[in-house]
């Protein structure tokens, strides 16, 4: 186990240019945990990574507080790819016995593998309604819908719907005459298993799931799910057994499409849009949602004072950590958001809606943080006519 670990850190060492560490801190600087009073910091990881201790990096309980959001990795001038370097180390932790203690007791990281292990029969297609047009099995769009029928099944307290983004983003596809295939047999993506370092459920989960794709033909994959995103465009890309498809956020789809929609203004006032990490540091896409949401009828777009590159992230995006430097920086991102003027927060992930309805619960901030979110396609599809 020690030769295994020892070889699995070399490897990270090696694929995030750990060994080029200047030792500046300026990637600790930029750490929103570390900026809300957390302990964690990236150099001493680096550090200790780059020096071979296997033993002070499994001990560390900051393994799992790093929200891999990109911040230190985009300002980092010797070009270290920590977050990279957290994702292996996570696996070498994980195959070392050493797991996060997850919040909601790891049900959805059991969900997950359950998913991953096969042989249970999902109700995936009950939050369908007769007026949305899909396929089950072949075409040429594949709508990837991801976890929202789970998340609002969890998540009834928080007095949303991640459903109402998906739902808009098929009826969208519709209006524009467009019939996705919407699979039954879909399961997750993995995205969080594999950023909590359990690579072997992860590959379970991508060799299915590309295999379903690959059987439907689909030159096109739509998703609405940033994490779903970043999975599919990277993490999956030594999966398939062909060209892969192509793989867009419903705003990437939207973008040149928005022409043959026709559109109303629906009068809802001034919004702001937050940043998902995996499409923007992650992927580099900051002008899809902004360009979808500055062709609406009306709708004037207040950018945060931190937006794009800049953006703070929602602070829970893996499910490995939820405390109290995490509720810091959402309550701090929603003050931002509502010092825009905002009456809507729009995102492009369902999480990040999860996450902020999350801090919102809080009945002495209530007052300071409310505010809307709806998802990028909810805002297109109420704007129809």
Same mark, same amino acid.
């Given at each position: 186990?020690?030769?295994?670990?020892?070889?699995?850190?070399?490897?990270?060492?090696?694929?995030?240019?750990?060994?080029?560490?200047?030792?500046?801190?300026?990637?600790?600087?930029?750490?929103?945990?570390?900026?809300?009073?957390?302990?964690?910091?990236?150099?001493?990881?680096?550090? #200790?990574?780059?020096? $071979?201790? *296997?033993?002070?990096?499994?001990?560390?309980?900051?393994?799992?507080?790093?929200?891999?959001?990109?911040?230190?990795?985009?300002?980092?001038?010797?070009?270290?790819?920590?977050?990279?370097?957290?994702? &292996?180390?996570?696996?070498?932790? =994980?195959?070392? $016995?050493?797991?996060?203690?997850?919040? =909601?007791?790891?049900?959805?990281? %059991?969900?997950?593998?359950?998913?991953?292990?096969?042989?249970?029969?999902?109700?995936?297609?009950?939050? /369908?309604?007769?007026?949305?047009?899909?396929?089950?099995?072949?075409?040429?769009?594949?709508?990837?819908?991801?976890?929202? +029928?789970? @998340?609002?099944?969890?998540?009834?307290?928080?007095?949303?719907?991640?459903?109402?983004?998906?739902?808009?983003?098929?009826?969208?596809? &519709?209006?524009?005459?467009?019939?996705?295939?919407?699979?039954?047999?879909?399961?997750?993506?993995? =995205?969080?298993?594999?950023?909590?370092?359990?690579?072997?459920?992860?590959?379970?989960?991508?060799? @299915? &799931?590309?295999?379903?794709?690959?059987?439907?033909?689909?030159?096109?994959?739509?998703? %609405?799910?940033?994490?779903?995103?970043?999975?599919?465009?990277?993490? @999956?890309?030594?999966?398939? #057994?062909?060209?892969?498809?192509?793989?867009?956020?419903? %705003?990437?789809?939207?973008?040149?499409? +928005?022409?043959?929609?026709?559109?109303?203004?629906?009068?809802?006032?001034?919004?702001?849009?937050?940043?998902?990490?995996? +499409? $923007?540091? =992650?992927?580099?896409?900051?002008?899809?949602?902004?360009?979808?949401?500055?062709? /609406?009828?009306?709708?004037?777009?207040?950018?945060?004072?931190? %937006?794009?590159?800049?953006?703070?992230?929602?602070?829970?995006?893996?499910?490995?950590?939820?405390?109290?430097?995490?509720?810091?920086?959402?309550?701090?991102?929603?003050?931002?958001?509502?010092?825009?003027?905002?009456? *809507?927060?729009?995102?492009?992930?369902?999480?990040?809606?999860?996450?902020?309805?999350?801090?919102?619960?809080?009945?002495?901030?209530?007052?300071?943080?409310?505010?809307?979110?709806?998802?990028?396609?909810? +805002? *297109?599809?109420?704007?129809?006519?």
């Amino acid at each position: 186990m020690a030769t295994d670990a020892a070889q699995g850190l070399l490897e990270a060492v090696r694929s995030s240019r750990a060994w080029a560490c200047y030792d500046c801190g300026k990637c600790t600087a930029a750490c929103p945990v570390a900026r809300g009073g957390g302990t964690l910091s990236p150099r001493r990881h680096v550090l #200790s990574a780059a020096l $071979g201790d *296997v033993e002070a990096l499994l001990a560390s309980e900051d393994l799992f507080s790093c929200l891999t959001c990109r911040q230190c990795s985009q300002r980092c001038p010797a070009e270290v790819d920590y977050t990279t370097l957290v994702m &292996n180390l996570r696996v070498v932790a =994980h195959d070392a $016995g050493v797991e996060p203690t997850c919040p =909601h007791g790891g049900a959805l990281q %059991s969900l997950m593998r359950m998913m991953a292990l096969g042989g249970t029969q999902q109700d995936r297609m009950s939050w /369908l309604d007769k007026a949305l047009e899909t396929v089950p099995d072949q075409g040429e769009v594949f709508y990837w819908t991801g976890c929202t +029928m789970y @998340y609002d099944t969890l998540f009834p307290q928080f007095d949303m719907s991640t459903l109402d983004g998906t739902r808009a983003a098929v009826r969208l596809m &519709n209006r524009l005459g467009v019939t996705p295939v919407v699979s039954p047999e879909e399961r997750c993506c993995g =995205h969080d298993l594999l950023w909590n370092g359990d690579r072997e459920n992860f590959e379970r989960l991508a060799r @299915y &799931n590309v295999a379903l794709v690959e059987r439907s033909g689909a030159q096109t994959l739509v998703t %609405s799910c940033a994490e779903c995103l970043r999975t599919w465009r990277i993490d @999956y890309a030594p999966f398939f #057994s062909g060209p892969p498809p192509q793989v867009v956020h419903i %705003s990437e789809w939207l973008v040149d499409r +928005m022409p043959g929609l026709d559109l109303q203004d629906t009068g809802v006032g001034p919004i702001t849009y937050q940043d998902p990490c995996r +499409m $923007g540091r =992650h992927l580099g896409i900051y002008d899809a949602p902004r360009q979808v949401l500055n062709a /609406l009828p009306g709708v004037e777009l207040r950018e945060m004072g931190r %937006s794009g590159p800049g953006a703070v992230c929602c602070a829970g995006g893996t499910w490995s950590n939820c405390d109290r430097f995490a509720k810091n920086i959402q309550v701090d991102r929603l003050k931002e958001a509502r010092s825009t003027g905002a009456q *809507v927060m729009v995102t492009a992930c369902p999480k990040c809606r999860i996450h902020f309805r999350c801090a919102m619960q809080d009945p002495e901030l209530g007052d300071q943080i409310g505010i809307e979110m709806r998802d990028v396609a909810e +805002m *297109v599809a109420d704007a129809l006519t």
